[in-house]
């Protein structure tokens, strides 16, 4: 099934029939219905992308990028991150502001606590 949005309009009529099928529950919803919610939800996305500019930019670039992106996905602080990783609050905030190179101590800590990819991290160092 093709669902074809083509305005702000059939955005928003589209995306209150998602929310409507969405609150039924999946296990609710018949076969019908979840090709339809699969289709509308394509559209929608294509709509974001293409019309309203939500598609995201670049990823992150740099260490302090992704540590600081991870940072705000989990809701933590500076200082939070400092006293996970062992390390001091200056030293992290030197690091995170391009006044100080990440050492390894850093990297293993934010390769620990925040799951940042390894791989990234050594590519970046």
């Given at each position: 099934m093709k669902h074809k949005i083509s305005s702000k309009k059939e955005y928003h009529e589209t995306m209150v029939a998602v929310y409507n099928l969405m609150n039924k529950g999946e296990a609710n919803l018949t076969h019908i219905e979840l090709k339809n919610l699969a289709a509308m939800a394509e559209a929608a996305e294509k709509f974001e992308d293409e019309v309203l500019g939500f598609k995201p930019g670049k990823g992150p670039q740099t260490i302090a990028e992704l540590v600081e992106l991870k940072m705000f996905e989990n809701k933590m602080t500076q200082a939070k991150l400092a006293e996970e990783l062992g390390l001091g609050k200056s030293k992290v905030s030197e690091i995170l502001t391009g006044k100080r190179?990440?050492?390894?101590?850093?990297?293993?800590?934010?390769?620990?606590?925040?799951?940042?990819?390894?791989?990234?991290?050594?590519?970046?160092?």
């Open positions: 190179k990440p050492d390894v101590p850093f990297l293993k800590g934010v390769h620990k606590v925040l799951k940042i990819d390894a791989d990234f991290l050594l590519e970046h160092a």
